[in-house]
């Protein structure tokens, strides 16, 4: 039955490509995203990105050549055929094409929306080589996904004959979903085991809803329960339950994708004091616990004028995160120019929009607070651009003599994470580098531990969601190969 319906597919593909010349294909204009009008989302968590109609999604897909060797499909961590649902899309066979993409992807919807794709797929796209934008990949990704959910026709990928073979994850973020789907379609007997009381780590507590709304991510999760995936909250490995507990309760395989929950700081005068507090802390707060709502039994402050140090997208998010609480002045401060950021060009884009202040080429030297111990100021240091550093960012030196003086009553510091380190020692025998992260066979991610696996921010210190799943799917694969030698 694959095989025919993988040769009708192949044939409706040949059908599209001679339905249109390339030269008219690169012709069509790239689709622009429909947004919420910025004065209106800056005091909303109303989503902001709106999504493709089926016109815009067909005549987009439309622009994709089919290229016999796709150069997209290697910039996807997890694999995607980038091509085949693409090419399903245009024929109006939405639903097929949502299935192209659960047959990788455990969480397209969520990667359509906060995936880095104009830094892999989409960079990647013969379109650039030809002086055109490239194929709005994860517009259309969003767009299949949504379309199947929206339709009420959700369906769950092939999985195979189950082998009774339990499997413990820990951490249910990105990595710990993505292995999970992929063993459940293996045929193993999984279990996730997450800290909180929600399930989805960093998609749930670190992403807004204004990017990533909740429920797109809980569907993506049931989907994962329809599969067999079975999950235990409020349990946190390594001390609610330890490895020997999970070998004795019959785990043969374990994936540790604990995450990177552990905030840097600079180590500065005054980051002690009240209102100068982590960007995991803030975004936890607000987006698992509802912090900023009335009723709330775990209130955050507010803040008028609102300083983010980072230029990443967690430092964007918090401070649009401030903007939408009320801030009259929010500002991100960063040591480098804006073409440093690491942060997406949309989000950049959109906090502009949104009336956010970019303080670049400076960089916080000291805090100080009034007379309750409160922060009441920030004193800056301006920077300039020298030589670039091991990162190929052009390091920030310091402007001798120029400092500048801001008021501020809500500081964010959103400039990195480390892992936790209670698993590394917990799990007796675990190695881990000089950062904290765990050391892993880099082919198979494999630990020195042979049944354990690690994947995500505690092997990278720190990275996408995508690269995240990435991690999953090979350690699956590993896995699956290692019990079945």
């Known amino acids: 039955m694959e095989y025919i319906k993988e040769q009708r597919n192949e044939l409706w593909r040949k059908v599209l490509r001679e339905s249109m010349k390339n030269k008219e294909r690169v012709a069509i204009p790239r689709v622009k995203m429909p947004e ?43 694999g995607v055929n980038i091509p085949k649902f693409i090419k399903n899309i245009e024929r109006n066979e939405i639903l097929e094409a949502a299935g192209t993409l659960k047959e990788t992807s455990a969480l397209p919807a969520v990667c359509g929306r906060v995936c880095p794709q104009e830094k892999q797929c989409e960079s990647l796209c013969i379109h650039l080589k030809m002086k055109s934008e490239p194929v709005a990949i994860g517009y259309l990704e969003r ?12 369906s769950v990928p092939r999985l195979a004959a189950g082998n009774g073979i339990k499997i413990a994850v820990v951490g249910s973020g990105p990595a710990g979903l993505s292995f999970a789907g992929d063993m459940a379609k293996y045929g193993y007997d999984v279990t996730v085991f997450e800290a909180l009381h929600e399930i989805g780590g960093v998609l749930k507590y670190g992403i807004p809803e204004f ?62 004091l009240s209102g100068v507090l982590s960007s995991n802390e803030y975004l936890t707060r607000i987006n698992l616990m509802g912090a900023h709502r009335e009723e709330t039994e775990t209130p955050v402050f507010f803040g008028k004028n609102v300083a983010v140090v980072g230029g990443g997208n967690t430092a964007m998010d918090s401070v649009r995160t401030a903007r939408r609480l009320g801030a009259e002045k929010a500002m991100i401060v960063y040591r480098r120019s804006e073409e440093e950021m690491p942060a997406r060009l949309e989000e950049v884009k959109h906090a502009k929009e949104e009336g956010i202040i970019f303080l670049t080429l400076h960089n916080p030297i000291e805090y100080t607070g009034d007379e309750r111990g409160r922060v009441k100021q920030m004193v800056l240091q301006k920077m300039q651009l020298g030589e670039p550093d091991a990162s190929g960012r052009r390091r920030p030196v310091e402007i001798p003599g120029a400092i500048e003086t ?12 480390s892992p936790n380190p209670l698993i590394p020692s917990t799990f007796s ?57």
């Open 143 to 154: 767009f299949a996904a949504d379309y199947e959910r929206e339709k009420g026709s959700v």
């Open 211 to 272: 990017r990533l709304p909740n429920p797109i991510v809980d569907v993506e999760i049931d989907i994962l329960r329809k599969m067999g995936v079975q999950f235990v909250t409020n349990c946190i490995v390594g001390k609610t339950i330890s490895y020997e507990d999970l070998h004795e309760q019959g785990f043969k395989g374990i994936f540790v994708a604990s995450g990177a929950g552990l905030p840097n700081f600079m180590n500065i005068p005054g980051e002690n």
């Open 406 to 417: 801001i008021d501020v009553d809500l500081v964010v510091v959103a400039i990195g994470v």
């Open 36 to 78: 919420l009008d910025a004065a209106y989302r800056s005091r909303s968590y109303d989503e902001v990105n709106r999504g493709l109609s089926p016109e815009q999604a067909v005549r987009e897909a439309k622009r994709c050549l089919d290229c016999p060797d796709p150069s997209c499909m290697s910039g996807c961590p997890v």
């Open 429 to 485: 025998g675990l190695n881990v580098s000089k950062w904290g992260t765990v050391i892993v066979n880099q082919d198979s991610l494999q630990t020195d531990l042979p049944d354990v696996y690690a994947g995500g921010d505690i092997v990278r210190g720190g990275a996408t969601v995508i690269l995240a799943m990435g991690d999953g799917r090979k350690a699956a694969a590993a896995m699956h190969k290692q019990l079945f030698v």
